[in-house]
């Protein structure tokens, strides 16, 4: 009996050990496919700087690794992998999709490169999956949509391309796909995945309608669409989504009208975002009745109408943006809206810049809430005086009142604004001092003014250590330049150009060590060019023209290598040209003219360029590149040996007599065209400044310079409308072709004309892209402000359907007459600006672009050339050519081998003049056998 029980204990106890064998085998072999895919993802790591990985070893227990975590039963099967932010770098290996366990991935802010694994799709028991912040590419895995539990998918900020896939996991309830570059459009069978709270799709290329099926998604709550190509009206189907908190569709190119109603059926929105589409109509009274909305912004539209008063019912807003509309107020009635603001009294943002506000600011403006941040009132009809109730905003960081008709004093109080970063009073008639005052922002990044201050600047601006833009050009500023703004460690750009500063500048401008552009022109400076601005090694752009700086150029110029523009002309500057300039390699344009250099010029470097580089007025200079046409300097010193003396009485003194006597003429000319000639600058917004753009910026704004977006060819390039996605700007792209003869010559002397000019009736350029293409190629193009009214020739031109009819479109006499009056004033400015007289050579309708308002703006500079000698006399080109310009267009001059001149320019001015009143061409068939346009006309 004894041995009986015995031996049933040992069988007991054995069938246990088996059964603890076989769940440690079982265990065993279960952790071991995940090991091996663990270590599999740990070698396509090909950086790992913090380390992360380093205890994923064999001594260490996988569940204990770092960014793993495990089940606490029996398997311990990976659950979790998380390793977010820690710049890991490589592919994410196919071996993850054997962690059939794994519910949560998370390898976000890292830079993982290559696709996203299609074994992926294996994880049946994946729910989240956040791969946003890398450098992903391909297209998104189709297999995704095999896991079943999946509800969270983050994709965004990659370089994710092809289209948003068809289906989807059926449970997905957040879709983050924004900052790729995905196109096609959206589908429709999107409304299956029945459980989708969040869809982001925003800055991709992704085009066509808003599908109806969206309506479907009864649940949805965030539908953010920004910063595509989708076109056509707000889809109404969306009316029917109540439970949206956040709708954004800004930035696409939308039109027609919002629904009267949106606001009464969306009434739980929190964020809406319409911005940057093409909207009309009045702005609809309903936006009150989403009561709960924080951000509204619905600038840069055709909105028009008044805000409704009744705006203050939206207690919780924190932003208004309306910027770039035509909304008026021009009366007491229709300013009550800024009352009714007051109750909001959690606003920080209110932008109500670009729009046709009119008279004074109410002093109710110094009702709104004293959490205000941004204020922007730029580009208006603004007048009076300083608005006054500003002053009860303490907490602003960014002030604009720019373009406006402000006049008075800037007052002291100003400098109280302890959190104040940008200021922007330019363009107005602000008069008296600059307020010292304003030297305690010590936030102050940026001062922008060009009004009619007078007096000095305040010594005390030096004390503004945060202080990154100091431009107070075009004012009647006397006085020298304060040596302490150069002790700034941020400074990065000075504008004083066009005042009336003296004295020299000061050596400490070598301390600017982050400075990298320095504008200086127009004013009365003198002495020797300090040599210690060679010590600032970012200087982009140094312009010190039209002062009277005399000594050497400075040979450590040729230290500031990445100098892309430098203006020294119209000085006295004597001695030869330093060689060293020459080894400026980044170095486009270079303008020496009028001064009394001599010498041997170098033949290096941008020497080598005649269109970029400008030294004539120089008599002693001899040699360089044969492009330059200077004489050999064997020849001009036997000429200088038996001449000079004859050549200083005879020539020199008459000569500085006479342009003595021009720059008085000028002078008084300019003080009175002052107030009549506009520049034109960007104005502030919410969103900064404009970006540069590279090549693949250039494409993806252009989707790919497609037909679709083609505007308009011509000799040397080819226009396309895109969209800058950094900036949210609908733009003109104009890309050069190069393997066309004189398209680089093209590019360069449009770039050379624009740099310096700026005015309202001139086509305004955002910046130029020079790289190079998909292929190696160079590559270059300009980037415009985009012209909604087309050029004029097709305004002329072009014909409206009637009644089954064709006629003329209907331009008024009081168009017309503003057109003509529009070009005047820009040809007026090209011949007159303080930089040289620009001679445009190629004005004709199809250069002469419209706004939205109809106002002309003149472009196309291919052919323009800088003046350099006055148009009162005979004029003379830096370069000209057998002919320039257009047939019909082109004055007779120009066909017998003339020099380019202002007079050409007016001549063909004279033409376009009759042609926008007569309806006809030059080169019409009717004008022959003597008879022209101008013969008809009269």
């Not at 109730?389 to 800037?410: Q, S, W």
Request: with cysteine.
């Amino acid at each position: 009996m004894k041995d009986a029980v015995i031996g049933q204990f040992l069988l007991v106890l054995i069938a246990a050990a088996s059964a603890t064998i076989q769940a440690v085998t079982t265990s065993t072999h279960s952790n071991q496919t995940d090991w091996l895919s663990l270590l599999e993802f740990k070698k396509a790591i090909i950086l790992d700087p913090e380390r992360a990985l380093a205890s994923w070893n064999e001594s260490t227990h996988l569940c204990d690794w770092e960014g793993v975590s495990c089940r606490t039963r029996d398997p311990r099967r990976v659950v979790s992998l998380h390793l977010a932010n820690l710049g890991l770098a490589g592919h994410i290996s196919p071996w993850l999709g054997n962690l059939t366990f794994l519910r949560n991935l998370a390898l976000p802010t890292n830079t993982f490169t290559g696709e996203i694994p299609s074994s992926l799709g294996r994880l049946r028991r994946l729910q989240t999956l956040f791969l946003s912040n890398n450098t992903l590419q391909g297209s998104i895995p189709t297999s995704l949509a095999n896991c079943s539990s999946l509800k969270v998918l983050w994709l965004n900020n990659n370089g994710l391309d092809g289209q948003i896939p068809a289906d989807l996991p059926p449970n997905l309830q957040q879709l983050q796909l924004s900052t790729n570059d995905i196109g096609g459009t959206i589908p429709p069978s999107i409304a299956n995945a029945t459980a989708l709270r969040k869809l982001s799709c925003a800055f991709n290329r992704i085009e066509g309608r808003i599908p109806d099926e969206l309506a479907e998604l009864g649940g949805l709550e965030i539908l953010y669409l920004g910063s595509n190509l989708l076109a056509g009206m707000f889809p109404p189907a969306i009316l029917n989504l109540s439970s949206l908190t956040g709708l954004g569709f800004n930035t696409n190119m939308l039109s027609g009208e919002v629904p009267s109603d949106l606001g009464n059926s969306l009434p739980n929105l929190q964020i809406l975002s319409l911005a940057q589409n093409l909207f009309h109509g009045k702005l609809p009274h309903s936006f009150v009745n989403a009561s709960s909305l924080r951000v509204l912004d619905i600038s840069t539209n055709n909105f028009t109408g008044v805000v409704p008063s009744s705006i203050g019912r939206l207690s919780k807003l924190v932003k208004l943006n309306i910027e770039t509309n035509k909304v008026q107020a021009r009366n007491k009635q229709e300013w009550d809206f800024v009352s009714s603001l007051a109750n909001c009294t959690e606003l920080q943002g209110l932008s109500l810049a670009s729009n046709l506000l009119e008279g004074q600011v109410p002093n109710s403006l110094g009702n709104l809430s004293i959490n205000l941040q941004y204020l922007f009132l730029g580009q208006n009809r603004l007048a009076g005086n300083f608005p006054s109730g500003i002053a009860n905003f303490p907490n602003l960081i960014i002030l604009g009142l720019d373009y406006n008709r402000f006049t008075g004093v800037v007052p002291h109080w100003l400098g109280a604004f302890k959190f104040l970063q940008k200021l922007s009073l330019s363009t107005n008639m602000f008069t008296g001092n600059i307020p010292s005052s304003l030297s305690n922002l010590s936030q102050l990044i940026e001062l922008l003014d060009t009004n009619q201050f007078i007096g000095h600047i305040p010594i005390s601006l030096g004390n503004l250590q945060s202080l990154e833009t100091l431009s107070v050009s075009s004012n009647k500023l006397h006085g020298r330049v304060p040596e302490g703004i150069f002790s700034i460690s941020t400074i990065r750009e000075i504008g004083l150009s066009s005042n009336n500063l003296d004295g020299q500048l000061p050596a400490e401008v070598g301390n600017a060590k982050q400075l990298v552009i320095l504008l200086l022109s127009a004013n009365k400076l003198s002495g020797d060019i300090p040599s210690t601005m060679g010590a600032c090694k970012s200087l982009e752009d140094i312009e010190l023209d039209s002062n009277i700086f005399s000594g050497n150029i400075p040979v450590s110029f040729g230290n500031l290598f990445g100098l892309k523009v430098l203006n020294l002309s119209y000085n006295n500057l004597t001695g030869s040209v330093p060689a060293s300039i020459g080894n400026l390699q980044h170095l486009e344009q270079l303008d020496l003219l009028f001064n009394h250099l001599e010498g041997k010029v170098p033949v290096h470097g941008i020497f080598k360029n005649a269109t970029a580089t400008h030294i004539d007025g120089n008599q002693g200079l001899c040699g360089g590149a044969s492009n330059l046409h200077l004489p050999s300097c064997s020849v001009m010193s036997s000429y200088l040996s038996k001449h000079r003396l004859p050549v200083i009485l005879k020539v020199a003194i008459p000569l500085a007599c006479m342009l003595s006597l021009l720059a008085m003429v000028i002078f008084v000319l300019l003080w009175q065209r002052k107030n009549h000639l506009k520049t034109s600058i960007s104005s502030l917004s919410f969103d900064g400044k404009f970006p540069k753009v590279s090549y693949k910026d250039l494409v993806r704004a252009t989707d790919g310079f497609s037909l679709s977006n083609l505007i308009g060819t011509g000799r040397y390039s080819s226009v396309y409308r895109g969209k800058i996605l950094q900036e949210e700007n609908v733009v003109a792209v104009k890309v050069f072709c190069l393997e066309t003869r004189g398209a680089q010559r093209s590019f360069i002397a449009e770039c050379n004309a624009l740099r310096n000019v700026r005015h309202r009736n001139l086509v305004r350029i955002l910046t130029a892209c020079s790289s190079i293409d998909s292929s190696g190629n160079d590559f270059k193009a300009l980037v415009y402000e985009f012209m909604p009214g087309g050029d004029l020739h097709n305004l002329l031109y072009s014909t409206e359907d009637n009644d089954n009819s064709l006629k003329r479109s209907y331009i008024s006499l009081a168009q017309r007459l503003s057109i003509v009056v529009g070009v005047a004033d820009a040809m007026a400015y090209l011949h007159h600006n303080h930089h040289g007289s620009i001679v445009h050579c190629d004005l004709k309708p199809s250069n002469i672009l419209l706004d939205n308002d109809m106002v002309a703006h003149v472009g196309d500079f291919a052919l323009a050339r800088l003046q350099v000698s006055s148009s009162f006399g005979d004029s003379t080109s830096v370069s000209s050519v057998a002919i320039r310009g257009t047939i019909g267009y082109v004055a007779p001059e120009y066909g017998a081998g003339g020099q380019v001149s202002t007079a050409a320019d007016v001549y063909s001015f004279g033409v376009v003049l009759l042609e926008i009143f007569i309806r006809k061409s030059p080169t019409d068939g009717m004008f022959k056998d003597g008879l022209s346009i101008a013969k008809f006309a009269e």
